[in-house]
């Protein structure tokens, strides 16, 4: 994509002045919580360095220490060319912080934003001052099972599923110089029945500014092929508009050309450029780069369709964590290589679970065609406080993230995690609806699975987890008892029915979304789903029993593997911690991508 910059942060929304601020960063901790008594933001007392992006539990960081520390701090000095701000604006931008972020600039309070998953920003232009200027920030963390907190875990060792907790900044911290006139956010939706692309833009300006005289205009491009280029008058900070994309494209159907627009799919993930500029009095103030695809992700009764087409989904559960720095990837490589060796196994698409990860992650699975479902990290309590604090978040990311086209489906909820009593409470209940409806009210075409695994309430796709290890078994038990599985007259877990009670199958796509989970012998440390395997050859004929079992189940749609690559104490990934294959991926890319079954697996 012309938009793309190596390491930067928000390729969706790309400028050329920015400074990345990773790197080494004075630390300290504060067990105590004595720091902003003791204003520590005036006199930074800590005497450690830390490696940030990667948290101090992780040997990346310099640090390593996997002990809970409720307060940490960070302190950088960074310098700053004030004559800019003349013109300009500073923005600071953290794309990742866990869990409750605070800002100190030149021993002023910046701000402060709660939230371990969803990147925020603070105006800094009135604290700084020209030259050296000093940048100190706490972050609050903590067992509290009320926060969204993922896999993390709450105790202080890894038990079952959960691992070391990540605590304070994990993702890029950033700066920007920005126009005082600029374009804040954009909201971009293609509408494959139009052939148009469908814009919302939202400026930051002063009220006074907003006349016939202020425009933004938008450029599509394919390759070096001018697709459009539209003005759209801004008399408010907040318009709509319509923009064309059809263009005369190949037809292979045809044998010459004809008009439409290229679509985005595993297969063929085509992407259109896009560049924004706001216009004041005729001269452009700030411009900014971007991408889109056109492509439809839609529910035809039982069928899940791509561009209209029937999508048959081999999914894979990625957790994305790395040995050495856990949630944080180690590098921009580290990701694309996830995704190549994903493909490498014969899968079009991932859940992403329990973790909204880096988003130059999901620019390359854009631009490589990667599927992806994106989840919400689980709180595990009920309250008011943890309603509140999921609500807030799980909008923040959805906003976030809307634009990526690789994203097709919104998983708000796993396993009744956090909504334990889902299943007969009324509150947990409405809950989950509100949460679907919610997510339904920001982006009306993608499907919504609010409670992924068992007990729905309200969902686009029924979704059903099962580690059952025997392939004939597997089958039996859905092709025999399916009317009783989705009437909840059989569970189809050992302990958990598909839908709450009070709630119907009312005809919704089946996607089996955990399964597999095989792990090899390994003198008992470690732990996988069912009997461990002792050989490569016991463990392909598994796979494969159960992978073509799923495949054959006529009414299914999809599948998701359990799953990549190890965690901690969890080891039945496809591969180990150090992302290499423990069979050979060429077998089991075979076995995925076999015809067999139903006519849906040859998709």
Not at 126 to 133: H, I, P, R, S, T
Request: charged share 25%.
């Amino acid at each position: 994509m012309k938009c793309y910059k190596k390491d930067y942060p928000r390729p969706q929304f790309v400028r050329d002045n920015w400074e990345n601020l990773n790197g080494t960063w004075d630390f300290g901790f504060d067990d105590a919580n004595l720091g902003e008594k003791e204003k520590w933001y005036e006199t930074f007392p800590g005497e450690q360095k830390i490696q940030v992006p990667f948290t101090y539990e992780t040997k990346l960081s310099g640090i390593q220490d996997e002990k809970r520390h409720d307060n940490i701090w960070y302190h950088k000095m960074i310098t700053v060319d004030a004559a800019r701000l003349t013109a300009d604006r500073l923005l600071i931008h953290f794309e990742g912080s866990d869990f409750h972020t605070k800002l100190w600039v030149n021993g002023a309070y910046a701000g402060d934003h709660k939230g371990g998953y969803s990147r925020f920003s603070f105006d800094i232009t009135e604290l700084v001052k020209d030259g050296e200027n000093e940048l100190v920030v706490k972050v609050e963390d903590s067992f509290d099972t009320q926060q969204p907190r993922g896999k993390q875990r709450w105790i202080d060792e890894n038990f079952g599923c959960w691992y070391v907790q990540t605590t304070g900044i994990w993702k890029t911290v950033w700066t920007e110089y920005v126009p005082k006139i600029r374009l804040d956010h954009v909201k971009m939706t293609p509408n494959l029945h139009d052939m148009a692309l469908e814009l919302e833009y939202q400026l930051d300006v002063p009220e006074s500014e907003l006349n016939e005289n202020l425009m933004v205009v938008a450029t599509i491009t394919f390759g070096d092929m001018l697709i459009s280029k539209t003005m759209t008058v801004m008399t408010s900070d907040h318009m709509k508009t319509k923009v064309d994309v059809y263009h005369k494209t190949n037809s292979q159907a045809n044998c010459g050309m004809e008009w439409g627009v290229r679509t985005w799919s595993p297969e063929s993930p085509d992407l259109y450029d896009i560049t924004f500029e706001v216009v004041a009095d005729g001269k452009v103030v700030d411009t900014v780069g971007s991408y889109f695809a056109m492509r439809e992700i839609r529910i035809d009764g039982s069928n899940i369709l791509l561009n209209g087409h029937p999508l048959y989904q081999r999914l894979i559960l990625d957790q994305g964590y790395w040995k050495d720095s856990h949630l944080t990837p180690p590098s921009e490589e580290a990701l694309i290589e996830d995704i190549d060796k994903i493909h490498e196994l014969g899968y079009n698409g991932l859940r992403k679970h329990q973790k909204t990860e880096d988003e130059r992650f999901l620019y390359w699975c854009d631009v490589k065609g990667m599927l992806v479902w994106s989840e919400m990290a689980a709180a595990y309590e009920y309250s008011d406080k943890a309603v509140e604090e999921f609500t807030r978040e799980w909008t923040e990311i959805v906003r976030q993230n809307y634009n990526h086209p690789c994203i097709i489906t919104w998983t708000p909820v796993n396993e009744s995690w956090g909504v334990s009593q889902v299943e007969t409470d009324p509150m947990q209940q409405h809950f989950t609806e509100m949460l679907y409806h919610l997510t339904k009210s920001m982006d009306r075409y993608r499907p919504v699975i609010v409670n992924d695994g068992w007990e729905h309430t309200i969902s686009d796709i029924i979704t059903l987890h099962d580690y059952e290890e025997v392939g004939e078994t597997f089958y039996k038990r859905y092709m025999e008892f399916k009317e009783q599985i989705l009437t909840t007259e059989v569970y189809h877990s050992s302990s958990k029915s598909a839908l709450a009670n009070g709630f119907a199958y009312k005809g919704q796509p089946i996607i089996i979304s955990e399964y597999g989970g095989i792990a090899f012998n390994n003198d008992d440390s470690g732990w996988g789903y069912g009997n461990k395997v002792n050989t490569k050859e016991d463990f392909i004929r598994r796979f494969d029993e159960i992978t073509t079992a799923v495949k054959e189940v006529p009414y299914c749609c999809g599948f998701c593997y359990t799953q990549v690559s190890d965690v901690q104490q969890e080891i039945n990934g496809l591969m180990d911690m150090e992302r290499n294959f423990k069979v050979d991926p060429k077998v089991i890319k075979e076995i995925n991508e076999r015809k067999v079954g139903y006519w849906r697996s040859y998709m």
